[in-house]
């Protein structure tokens, strides 16, 4: 499972359970209310 992240987007590339797996544990860090800005800003 590889995840690209840059500025501007997000790349998840691997098998679909594994891209879930990620989301999930994205999900329960950052909350349901959390913007994809605020994520890649915190991944910097």
């Given at each position: 499972?590889?995840?690209?992240?840059?500025?501007?987007?997000?790349?998840?590339?691997?098998?679909?359970?594994?891209?879930?797996?990620?989301?999930?544990?994205?999900?329960?860090?950052?909350?349901p209310?959390?913007?994809?800005?605020?994520?890649?800003?915190?991944?910097?």
């Open positions: 499972m590889n995840s690209y992240l840059t500025p501007q987007s997000v790349h998840l590339v691997g098998q679909a359970k594994q891209v879930q797996l990620i989301l999930r544990q994205w999900l329960r860090e950052w909350g209310d959390a913007k994809l800005t605020d994520l890649l800003a915190g991944r910097k």
